[in-house]
Nanobody, 119 residues
Framework: QVQLVESGGGLVQPGGSLRLSCAASGSDFRDYAMGWYRQAPGKQRVFVAAITSDDRTNYAESVQGRFTISRDNGKNTVYLQMNSLIPGDTAVYYC?????????????WGQGTQVTVSS
């Protein structure tokens, strides 16, 4: 059974940083990209970033240059380093697999982790 478990969310001031982690289990995750989506209150869930097992990446324009996605294939874990955070980044962040085309979400979601950017 596939499980995705996120961690690392929290409250941070504008301009601050957070690092999210997603630990995956229950399958061979190397064949497809993993990544992150987010959902702000009252809005649809949207793509944030994705990474393949050979480190090809894709980012939403809104986070390009501020967020960095990385992956440890040995640990089946994907990370999202978020820098220069702004209030508009406030959302629940979800891990997803298997992502196709480096943007289309797959069947499995984590439970989500809250990120709040506020002074």
């Amino acid at each position: 059974q596939v499980q995705l478990v996120e961690s690392g969310g929290g409250l941070v001031q504008p301009g601050g940083s957070l690092r999210l982690s997603c630990a995956a289990s229950g399958s061979d995750f190397r064949d497809y990209a993993m990544g992150w989506y987010r959902q702000a209150p009252g809005k649809q869930r949207v793509f944030v970033a994705a990474i393949t097992s050979d480190d090809r990446t894709n980012y939403a324009e809104s986070v390009q240059g501020r967020f960095t996605i990385s992956r440890d294939n040995g640990k089946n874990t994907v990370y999202l380093q978020m820098n220069s955070l702004i209030p508009g980044d406030t959302a629940v962040y979800y891990c997803n697999w298997p992502i196709t085309g480096l943007v289309v979400p797959g069947r499995y979601w984590g439970q989500g982790t809250q990120v709040t950017v506020s002074s």
